[in-house]
């Protein structure tokens, strides 16, 4: 019986943080903690000494740490803080992702789906995150306050959160994936206003998919259930859980559904057997309220935090000091399982290290985390307010008045400073280069002095000057002239120069020696004008002003204002930038602009023929909220038109990605001044595809590796089949039904295949709940577009096909084992990294089979594309040697086991037991893998 047998005590306790703990979790023989001052740790546990630290991260975010959990694979940990940022390390607490959507407020919960993050923040915001590209994929607002609990049940597809207010939710996982950027709320599967009195504040789901749980300041648990078959979903609300004497504030499930564990406020955790709702535990171990708890999958133990600053290990009947939390395992069992069938030796040389800074910006490795290669040491005396780049040179415009010239060096990882001009009496508030041939790079600076120059980028010489009181601005009075605050040139032939200047002037300027006199005067703006902008070839211009006015002007000798937007940005128009042309004879331009109400706007500029004239046609094709303030700069990048960088006063610079006929998705963010973003950006460009430099308001100018922009049609593999994609279903198909290989054939290439798919409309959803007499046409149909190998004229092929698709989608919609099942299960039928049983089996190179979303974490922390074909594409996880390739290949022979043991029922045992016995466990790798 479980009250003769199960005696849950302390074996371990650690004081773990400065301040209260607030998150833990636990990944084999790996503890994460979290605590109020910021700091995350990272602990191994020692047998017969318990968890010693094994690595630490003071500053992991500006103020307290608010949650934490490692993937399922235990590759990577993320964690969320106050500072509204989400943060993704390796296992020796290596920075891998910096997560921070713009104006983000606090993030207080996290959870993992498969590979994508969803954080939620104060503010009732819920952020969905492709963790291995570090891509925003969605920002919704399902609540109105702020969002504390938050649970993913992958396996049925659902998603709850629950807020402060008490209201609690449920939604479709697909439904919340397929919303835009813009943060379209998806339909409410299930809603329940006052769920939780005075508000819910933990949630936590199970590993089977179908039970979730939420407590909040009632004191109470409150049990859903989710009953999922083919045609549909049912949630229901279950038993309530009572006995606590202060709030909830972390929930775990154990032994699937069985049992679950409760943290709180009353200094107590407690054990509760969810079918019969009753207590079997409760844990007093802690001087202070509990704040976190963390179960393993085998649930030897527990583990709970507290405010008292102590993290506690309980065994639950089966752990000792003396015991291994994470026993060794026969690596042997796991390689070259079914047949030795893709294994590919091992390179000679040693064990793999990190790329270096300069190997990874000269590759532009596609995931790679962002790193800051090189930061600048005192060049800068005060703010840098403008950054311009072609190619490997770098131009800063300073408030010192100076302007620099800057050269990088791939070799050295660092920036050169060839040239410091002193340039202007005032500061120097912009900047921009123009080619005239092979070695002819001509320079502008422009500054508040009213003044602007034209240098011989080579020699470093003055060529040309002027100045701008000669532009007469609001006042009317020529000679009246003002600072400058936005200067460009031209591509034409001699140059034109476009000021923009803090009088309300606009005006144009030839290049030529014998002209300082504008040889145009554009309409001034009521209030100061402050940015502007060429389009590639020259056919139009812009300008923004302080007032929020945006107009797109047609140059000299046919100079006028073509179109004008008058509430173009609230508060004024800060910057503007057009993106590079991607095709010569497209008549459509692009241009991005920014200000003060902390947006992003794409416009697309087109022209068209009425009546033998050529008429401008402008609209806004996206709105970004970019930072959580000011947008102080943007620009596009000179190669790759796709990638837009900016900058802001919330302390952040970010790369955004536009994505041909979709929406602008966020590619990266990275700090200024520290982590959080403790100092205002002020400028920031893109020195290629994948490096970015950054100036900050105090002088500081730093270049980050930033990750490669991926494909279009790039996407995570998800775990989940009812979180599949086009892309996931097509991969599924070639793999397990129609064995066509990874190369792309001759008739059909993998875009007009994601085409294809995507028109059939099959996705994972569809593969899991719609009905298989309406479901096999529209895949039969599918897969006589797949070129070779799927030739279905054969009526004995056809059947042979129908059979073995129905086989695999009955494989793919079965339900979890039970946890006394898979507790049996053996040896070979568990990955080596997780030792979870079994899902999807694959062989890599290195002759190991994986659990494929493992394995994918794994060579993803490495930073190494997936489809990267050379001898750095991956790492393996075992031996820590490179491989040949990355490829991965169903291990169909091993899927035939876990079948055959899934299936086979076993033998009769008349008692069963209330908590599942220990399932074997892996060491902590024998040789984790470089970070």
């Known amino acids: 019986m479980l009250e003769e047998s199960f005696d849950p005590h302390v074996v371990h306790s650690l004081r773990a943080h400065r301040g209260e703990v607030t998150c833990v979790d636990v990944s084999g023989a790996l503890l994460a903690t979290g605590g109020g001052e910021g700091a995350l740790q990272l602990w191994r546990w020692r047998k017969g000494a ?21 993937t399922s694979s235990g590759a990577l940990l993320a964690s969320a803080g106050v500072d509204g940022a989400a943060g993704i390390c390796t296992r020796a607490l290596r920075p891998w992702r910096v997560l921070a959507a713009p ?60 807020c402060t207010t008490g209201t609690l939710k449920f939604f479709d996982l697909g439904d919340v994936y397929a919303c835009d950027a813009a943060g379209h709320e998806p339909p409410v599967l299930l809603w329940e206003d006052g769920a939780h009195d005075l508000g819910a504040l933990c949630a936590a789901g199970s590993a089977c998919g179908h039970a979730a749980a939420s407590g909040g300041h009632d004191a109470r648990v409150r049990l859903w259930h989710a009953s999922v078959a083919t045609g549909g979903r049912r949630i229901r609300a279950g038993g309530v859980l009572c006995g606590h004497a202060a709030a909830v504030t972390a929930l775990a499930f154990a032994g699937g559904t069985r049992l679950l564990v409760s943290a709180s406020l009353d200094s107590t955790a ?10 079997l535990r409760v844990l007093h171990g802690h001087s202070r309220y509990l704040t976190c708890i963390a179960v393993p999958p085998d649930f030897r133990y527990l583990i709970t935090g507290s405010n008292d600053r102590t993290v506690r290990t309980w065994s639950l009947g089966t752990l000792d000091l003396d015991d291994e939390v994470a026993p060794p395992c026969a690596l042997l069992s796991h390689f070259g399982l079914g047949d030795l069938k893709g294994i590919e030796p091992m390179l000679d040389e040693e064990l793999a290290e990190d790329c270096s800074a300069e190997e990874c910006a000269r590759s532009g490795v596609e995931g790679a985390p962002p790193k800051r290669l090189w930061v600048s040491e005192k060049t800068h005396v005060g703010a840098i307010n403008s950054i311009v780049t072609y190619k490997d040179l770098l131009v800063t415009a300073c408030s010192d008045g100076g302007v620099r010239v800057f050269r990088w060096s791939a070799r050295r990882g660092e ?22 041939g092979v070695a002819d790079i001509l320079l502008l600076s422009a500054g508040l002095d009213g003044r602007a120059l034209l240098w011989d980028l080579q020699s470093g010489c003055e060529l040309w000057s002027v100045s701008t009181g000669s532009a007469g601005g609001v006042t009317g ?9 936005g200067a460009r040139l031209s591509p034409h032939r001699p140059p034109l120069l476009l000021l923009a200047m803090d009088d309300g002037a606009l005006a144009v300027w030839t290049t030529q020696q014998s002209h300082t006199e504008p040889i145009h005067k554009y309409e001034s703006f009521a209030e100061a004008a402050t940015c502007c902008a060429w389009s590639a070839e020259g056919r139009v211009c812009a300008a923004g002003a302080a007032g929020g006015e945006l107009r797109v002007l047609g140059p000299p000798p ?36 920014a200000g003060r109400d902390t947006l992003v706007k794409i416009w697309e500029i087109g022209f068209e023929m009425r009546s033998g004239l050529a008429r401008i046609n402008v609209r806004l094709l996206h709105r970004v909220e970019a930072h959580g303030g000011s947008v102080e700069c943007l620009r596009w990048a000179t190669a790759g038109g796709a ?55 105090t002088g500081e100018l730093a270049v980050w590796r930033v990750p490669s922009p991926p494909g279009d049609a790039d996407e995570d593999d998800e775990p989940e089949p009812r979180m599949w994609g086009p892309n996931d279903v097509l991969r599924w198909l070639r793999d397990y039904v129609t064995r066509v290989p990874d190369s792309v054939s001759e008739q059909g290439s993998g875009e007009a295949r994601g085409v294809a798919s995507v028109e059939a409309g099959l996705n994972g959803t569809r593969l899991m709940l719609e009905p298989l007499p309406d479901l096999l046409p529209d895949l039969l149909a599918l897969l006589r577009r797949l070129g070779p190998g799927s030739d279905l004229e054969n009526s004995k092929e056809n059947e042979q096909l129908l059979k073995r698709l129905e086989d695999e989608i009955e494989w793919l919609r079965r339900e979890p084992p039970a946890p006394e099942l898979e507790a049996r299960a053996p040896h070979a039928l568990r990955c080596p990294l997780t030792h979870a049983l079994l899902r999807e089996p694959v062989r890599a190179a290195d002759g190991f089979t994986y659990e494929r979303t493992n394995i994918l974490d794994f060579f993803s922390v490495n930073a190494k594309s997936r489809r990267q074909r050379v001898t750095e594409a991956a790492v393996s996880p075992l031996t820590g040697r490179r491989l040949r390739s990355a490829e991965l290949s169903p291990n169909f022979a091993l899927r035939r086991q876990l079948r055959d043991f899934l299936y086979t029922p076993p033998a009769t045992d008349a008692s069963c037991p209330e908590l599942p016995r220990a399932a074997p466990s892996c060491p902590d790798l024998l040789r984790p893998a470089p970070n």
């Open 50 to 70: 318990g968890w010693l630290e094994a690595a630490s991260a003071p500053r992991a975010h500006r103020f307290g740490v608010t949650a934490a959990r490692w």
């Open 103 to 162: 104006g983000a407020a606090a993030a207080r919960a996290l959870c993992w789906a498969g590979a994508r993050l969803l954080v939620g923040h104060d503010d009732g915001a819920l952020c969905v995150w492709a963790s291995r590209r570090g891509t925003l994929l969605v920002r919704l607002r399902p609540c109105e306050s702020a969002l504390h609990a938050l649970a993913a049940l992958p396996p049925a597809g659902l998603l709850l959160v629950a």
């Open 270 to 279: 407690r054990l509760w057997a969810c079918k019969t709702l009753t207590c």
């Open 415 to 436: 920036l050169a400073c060839e040239r410091t001009l002193l340039a202007h009496r005032f500061p120097a508030a912009a900047a921009d280069l123009t080619v005239m």
């Open 477 to 485: 009075v020529t000679g009246a002239g003002g600072g400058v605050r």
């Open 558 to 593: 046919t100079a006028a204002t073509l179109y004008a937007q008058r509430d173009a940005h609230d508060l004024g128009v800060l910057c503007l930038d057009f993106a590079p042309m991607q095709n010569k004879d497209d008549s459509k331009y692009l241009m991005a602009s």
């Open 643 to 697: 990638q837009l960088a900016t900058c802001g006063a919330d302390g952040w610079a970010r790369v955004w990605r536009l994505a041909p006929g979709g929406d602008v998705r966020l590619v990266v963010a990275v700090p200024t001044g520290g982590a959080g973003g403790a100092v205002g950006a002020t400028a920031a460009a893109m020195l290629s595809t994948s490096l970015l430099a950054v100036g900050s308001l």
